[in-house]
């Protein structure tokens, strides 16, 4: 099935989102074909080119010479930036250049910070090629660089004028991939509870995999409720950040040891965690969830843990010292526990 729906953030700042076949997208006015700068991810040109040429003309009267990244971390290293932004400018994008930035969450943060800052910035469609990118990076308009080793240090929290979310994308993603993104809806879903977590328990119980359009599209329209009411992380939005508190640490002492962490499992060792140090009572739902899903239980083997604490200083939503954690409280119901550093380091310190 096709689903097409809108997040509102502001008026000038409406994003649209279409789960679905992109190859048949209803007409959208707003969206006339204008000279378009393809910003690809090459993991996902080499699997899906047709698809993605056929998105590139539908959106591009004129196509400038695609800019083809290589997917992953690199991507998004704050040095590299640079040169991302002179090979853009060598295409001589105008004012009304639509870029499209087509691929995993890497690309599409990189992608998205270049049309952020291009020409004091242009408008972006983004079609996020990993379950990770369609059911969290790709909506919401949060976008980031990498500074050193601490992640996400850099960005701007803005709206792609379209989000395209097309699960024929994903057939070429390993098992591995798959479960990352089952990783942020299974977060998804214990924040919303009802409906949304009996479908997603129905899935991952079922054995997992690509799940269809409608499925996608539940998760995006709760994370779009979240994003719209607070774009700019100012209350609700924190919620998203279930599990992420301790997820992104180990992201960031996993990306110093050069050690594979998928996003979606970082959140999902996060989740356990915090959900056991700051209200055990719901840890067995959460366990549940995730053993079912495949996800991990334990941090990778060859982290530096000794870092740990200076990471969680860098985090966003330090206050005074001390962390604001959100925490699931009971199915469709998140609080948010004062914690100070040292806390969050023991409970991320029993994933070792
Ligand atoms: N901005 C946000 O709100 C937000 C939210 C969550 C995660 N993120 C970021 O997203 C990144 C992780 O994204 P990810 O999990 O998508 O991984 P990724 O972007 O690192 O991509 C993983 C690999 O998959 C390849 N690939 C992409 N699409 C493919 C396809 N369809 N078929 C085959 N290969 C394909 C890429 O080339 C890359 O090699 C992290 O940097 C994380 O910080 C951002
Ligand atoms: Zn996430």
Redesign the pocket.
């Known amino acids: 099935m096709t689903t097409t729906f809108s997040l509102n953030v502001t008026r000038r700042e409406e994003s649209l989102i279409h789960c679905g076949d992109v190859r048949n997208l209803p007409d959208i006015p707003q969206l006339k074909p204008v000279s378009v700068l393809p910003v690809l ?4 040109f ?3 080119r047709p698809r993605i040429e056929a998105v590139t003309l539908r959106f591009g009267s004129e196509v400038l010479d695609p800019l083809i990244l ?4 690199g ?2 290293d704050l040095a590299g930036f640079p040169a991302l932004v002179t090979a853009a400018l060598a295409r001589r994008p105008g004012r009304k250049t639509r870029v499209l930035i087509v ?7 990189a992608g ?1 910070f270049l049309a952020a800052v291009l020409l004091r910035g242009l408008e972006s469609v983004v079609v ?6 369609q059911v ?9 660089l ?1 500074a050193g080793a601490t ?2 240090q850099i ?1 701007v929290i803005r709206q792609p004028r379209l989000v395209l979310v097309d699960p024929a ?6 098992a591995a ?1 798959i479960q ?2 089952l990783g ?1 809806m299974c977060k998804m879903a214990l924040l919303e509870g009802g409906t949304l977590l009996e479908s997603l328990r129905a899935h991952v119980v079922r054995g997992g995999g690509i799940p269809d359009a409608d499925l996608l599209a539940a998760v995006l329209r709760a994370k779009a409720r979240f994003v719209s009411e607070d774009a700019f992380e100012g209350g609700r939005r924190i919620f998203l950040n279930l599990g992420h508190t301790i997820g992104h640490a180990l ?1 960031s002492l996993a990306l110093a040891a050069g050690v594979p962490l ?3 499992a970082a959140i999902a060792l996060g989740l356990r965690a915090e959900t056991r140090a700051f209200n055990p009572g719901m840890a067995p739902l959460v366990d549940d969830l995730l053993d079912a899903a495949g996800l991990p239980r334990k941090a990778p083997a060859g982290l530096s843990w000794a870092a740990l604490e200076e990471h969680l200083v860098h985090d966003k939503k330090v206050r005074d010292g001390v962390l604001r954690v959100p925490v699931l409280g009971s199915a469709g119901r998140a609080w948010i526990v004062i914690a100070t550093v040292d806390d969050c380091a023991a409970a991320a310190k029993t994933l070792a």
């Open positions: 991810d090459a993991g996902a080499a699997a899906h290589p997917g992953g971390e991507v998004k691929g995993g969450g890497a690309v599409l943060d998205q996020p090629t990993t379950l990770l990118a969290d990076a790709g909506l919401g308009g949060k976008c980031g990498d992640k996400n960005g994308f994903l057939t070429s993603l390993s991939e990352s993104g942020e992201e998928a996003h979606g």
